[in-house]
């Protein structure tokens, strides 16, 4: 009973992984830049994402463009683009192979194959929050690595924005439904080798009927 729970409360955590991890990928501000200026009316907030960069004005005016052209983006941007869509596909897969294989509903058969799909639903999840630790680890990387360059402008440095930060969490997440899931399914047999089942005893008495009666045979 308590594994069931402990898998259902990694499947809640699964779920909030995948939607942070499509939100984070979603998101427009992976790396923010706010140049006030001399005059904060003019003040602006650039933010740029894997899929568009966005700009908002402190009058009240938004807009975005989005990145049409792939060969001419950095090489962690293309990387990015391609683990955090791998991250989310590989959650999403996770999410309908652990509906199968918790103990809690009734589908996937008995338990061995349960315990089987569980262990399965472990790896995609950890498969998933790697791939989603990834981009997000190299993008505070270049992030931090522009800003600490005395070579770029005040105006080129950026920040990590709110994307980033989702990115890690969702990770965080996917990596810890994963372990749960890929441990539940061997307390069972842990349990078989600490317990190995003892033989059948025979009682003194019917092993004592039993030679009676084999010594009665052998005088007939």
Known sequence: ????????????????????????????????NADVGSNIITAITQMQGLWMDCTWYSTGMFSCTLKYSILSLPVYIQAARTTMVLSCILSAFGICIATVGMKCTRLGGDRDTKSHTSFAAGVFFILAGIFGLIPTAWYTREIISNFLDPAVPESSKHEPGGAVYVGFISAGLLLTAGAIFGTSCFKKQQGAWIYPNKPHQQFPGAQQENNTGYNLKDYV
């Open 1 to 32: 009973m308590a594994s069931a729970a402990l898998q259902f409360f990694a499947f809640i955590l699964a779920l909030f992984g995948v939607f942070g991890a499509i939100t984070a990928a979603l998101l427009p501000n992976w790396k923010v």
